[in-house]
């Protein structure tokens, strides 16, 4: 069988539930929605760690952040870990990139042929990214399939606005528009005040549903450029024989505990809309809510649709083909996010229930009944069982996977040069290694 | 329950106490709570030019065209917001490129020759637009090509990223296609691109302003139900030291950020702010 073409397209800093197809009603997005009906929406989806540079590495190599070693932005990949542009050239794919890639360490010429590096602003940038995308589409002769990567950049524009003078925010307009703003999130809190950003803990009401109001218009944005990008595929030549792939690195507070940007692991900043179109070979308008999947599987997901071997050291990625062909067979009853941005934290997720665990501390939320993350049942003796079974998680992840310990020769890590977190591979080794020995 | 006693004297030391904390921003709480004006725009320049903040210091009206005729030229610099390096928090202002709208009336219609030039991820990206617009009070879209392209800076042109599109727009349906490929979309208002709303802006803009219209951004993107309403004058220092108050319209809609329109006495727009992305007229 011929090999199929697949178009992998990201945006950036995506809140899970920012879509109108999955009833958000603050924000239009006929483009994802319609994607949506095309194909098969993993609602319960996470990233591998919520920040740029971690969760796309882990796209491209089909590892977690403390395998490839970009374990917070910034930090160089393990220079020995092949990406999955190199890994599918070896399989007779054309390889192309444009947009955003941000995997630090890792020069994307070196495994994609580059259309357009786009830019570090969404506005500035995506039109011309979709615009290259799409015209790769219209001038491409070769027989070889075809291994495209759009990167955009919206909402993460968002970032900007929310910095301490506001950005380029127009905060001061929002009373002239207060009937088109979006109410507060029902778990908006100010618990900001005494331990949250600094550049938004003096925001009032009207700054954060002016903020909010930017965020969905901004996703309104990347929205139709994904449209652009859906429609030169399903409407053009390579429409019967392409899987299409939509997902983000993150989320984005967007208001959700108060709390803007991302880096921690409540749901708002590490759940991700994923979704895969490929009609009549992938099942189409499914809001699948009984599979955890994650980032890292989207690496395992491609070289399987590619007839690729995995790639090395695939360790708990897993192909999502089983549940989009509706195919029976187990599949993970947990899956796992990590963070290394303020304190090093590992969330397990199970079917209903979910725990941050930290080193000195653990918490625990009822996902299906409490999905805003309102109460924290860790000290609740009738969930000490979960708890336990949640850390059980832990450390059997921690068995399956190889903990990257740093680059041999650390003094040529920029990173370590630059911040204080020079020690973070001591951090989390140390802590993992901890936790393992648990057992 | 007794009731605690606080005298005249009391009460004004709290209450002087507390309102200073709170200006000050040490009582969030309180702050918090207050829908009452921005804090974060407080101390900053009028909202509608908040995103050329940097460009204003250098920015004088221009004077052209010279008449607002139907036939006529608007060139704009097209400027760009970022975050000056390593000062989060902070802004610059640069202008990243230019477009030229040049437009003419024939008989039963408009015509318009845009050109437009960015540089964006270290690479010149041009597009050309040709429109045929209704010679109605819009200049709705009727028909139009639109080539684009990106190029070195040397002026290589890289043949890849050529793209050919033509559109028309008929009967409430919205339809684009190149050589390959083709989509379409449904509209209920009239249909502007971004460079021909300036003209009904130059025509129709009044205080009373209230309209409502489909945008196709780039000839491609369809960003339909827009607004546009009279937001106020906005003065404007100029680095000469005077200031000039130009009359400001405010666009908002799906899939963009609220945009202003900042026309001079003689219906000029001179600055269209978005966000990121403003325009200034220069020529």
Redesign the interface.
């Known amino acids: 069988m011929q090999k199929p073409n697949i178009v992998f397209v990201h945006m950036d800093q995506m809140h899970h539930k920012a879509v109108s197809a999955y009833d958000c009603e603050y924000v ?1 997005t006929p483009n994802i929605d319609r994607i949506a009906s095309d194909g098969y929406s993993f609602m319960e989806s996470y990233c591998a760690m919520p920040q740029c540079c971690p969760s796309r590495a882990s796209w491209f190599t089909g590892r977690m952040s403390k395998e490839h070693g970009v374990v917070v932005n910034s930090y160089p990949i393990d220079p020995s870990i092949p990406d999955l542009g190199q890994w599918l050239r070896k399989v007779g794919y054309e390889t192309v990139y444009t947009g955003k890639w941000h995997v630090s360490g890792r020069n994307v010429i070196k495994s994609f042929t580059v ?11 995506d ?2 990214v ?3 995308a ?7 002769s070769s027989e070889k399939p075809f291994f495209l990567s759009v990167g955009f950049l919206n909402p993460h ?1 968002c970032c ?2 929310a ?15 207060k009937d ?1 703003l979006p109410p507060l999130p029902k778990n908006f809190d ?1 618990a900001y ?1 005494t331990g949250g950003m600094q ?1 938004v ?7 954060w549903r ?1 903020y909010m109001y ?1 965020y969905y ?2 996703v ?2 990347v ?3 994904v449209g ?1 990008v859906y ?2 595929v399903r ?3 390579y429409r019967d024989n392409t899987l299409f792939i939509l997902t983000s690195d993150h989320g984005d507070g967007l208001g959700f505990h108060a709390k803007v940007s991302k880096g921690y692991l409540e749901e708002e900043a590490s759940r991700i809309p994923a979704i895969v179109s490929w009609p009549g070979r992938v099942k189409g308008g499914v809001q699948d809510t009984e599979h955890l999947v994650s980032g890292v599987d989207i690496a395992a997901t491609i070289c399987d649709y590619a007839g690729a071997p995995p790639m090395p050291k695939t360790t708990i990625a897993r192909s999502w083909r089983p549940m989009l062909e509706s195919r029976a067979g187990s599949w993970r009853d947990h899956v796992i996010c990590e963070t290394s941005i303020g304190s090093l934290s590992v969330c397990v997720r199970d079917i209903r229930f979910k725990s941050i665990i930290y080193p000195d501390k653990t918490r625990l939320y009822d996902i299906k009944n409490d999905p805003l993350e309102t109460k924290d049942l860790a000290h609740d003796p009738g969930y000490a069982s979960v708890k336990k079974r949640h850390r059980e998680n832990f450390r059997k992840y921690l068995s399956q996977i190889e903990i990257y310990p740093g680059p041999s020769d650390r003094t040529k890590t920029t990173a370590r040069k630059r911040n204080k977190r020079g020690n973070l591979y001591e951090a989390y080794v140390n802590w993992y290694e901890k936790v393992k020995a648990e057992g | 329950m007794q009731t605690p006693f606080v005298n005249r004297r009391q009460f004004l030391q709290c209450s002087a106490i507390a309102t200073t904390l709170a200006m000050s921003g040490k009582l969030p709480l309180l702050c918090a709570k207050s829908e009452a004006g921005s804090k974060i725009d407080a101390s900053t320049d009028p909202y509608a030019v908040k995103p050329i903040r940097d460009y204003l210091r250098r920015f004088s009206p221009s004077g052209k065209p010279t008449q607002t005729s139907s036939q006529y030229t608007l060139v704009y610099d097209i400027i760009h917001w970022s975050w000056r390096a390593g000062k989060r928090g902070t802004y610059s202002n640069s202008v990243v490129g230019r477009v030229t709208i040049d437009r003419k009336v024939t008989e039963n219609q408009v015509v318009y020759d845009v050109s437009q030039r960015m540089r964006i991820g270290g690479v010149d990206n041009h597009l050309k637009a040709n429109m045929i617009c209704e010679a109605n009070d819009w200049n709705s879209l009727r028909e139009w090509t639109l080539y684009s392209h990106h190029s070195s800076p040397e002026g290589k042109l890289e043949p890849d990223s050529k793209l050919d599109e033509k559109g028309q727009c008929r009967e409430g349906r919205i339809r684009v296609e190149s050589r390959k490929y083709g989509y379409g979309f449904n509209t209920a208002n009239p249909v502007v691109s971004q460079w021909t709303l300036l003209d009904f802006l130059l025509r129709k803009a009044n205080q009373a302003l209230n309209v409502r219209f489909d945008l196709l951004q780039d000839l491609s993107l369809f960003k339909p139900n827009q607004s546009l309403i009279y937001d106020g004058p906005t003065p404007i220092p100029l680095r000469d030291g005077k200031t000039v108050t130009l009359q400001t319209y405010a666009q908002t809609g799906q899939g963009v950020l609220p945009v202003h329109y900042l026309l001079d006495e003689r219906g000029r727009p001179q600055l269209v702010t978005n966000s990121i992305i403003s325009w200034a007229l220069s020529g």
């Not at chain 1, 803990?201 to 700054?207: A, E, I, K, M, P």
């Open positions: 239009q259309l357009h590096r786009g830019s570090g602003h969404g506005e500035l940038g039109s011309t979709a615009r290259s799409v015209a790769f589409l219209s001038n491409r524009d900007f606005p910095s301490q003078d506001g950005g380029p925010g127009k905060y001061a307009f929002a009373p002239k528009i088109k100010y005040t550049q803990r003096t925001w009032n009401h009207l700054d002016y930017s218009r901004m309104e944005m929205d139709a450029e652009r429609d030169a409407n053009g030549p």
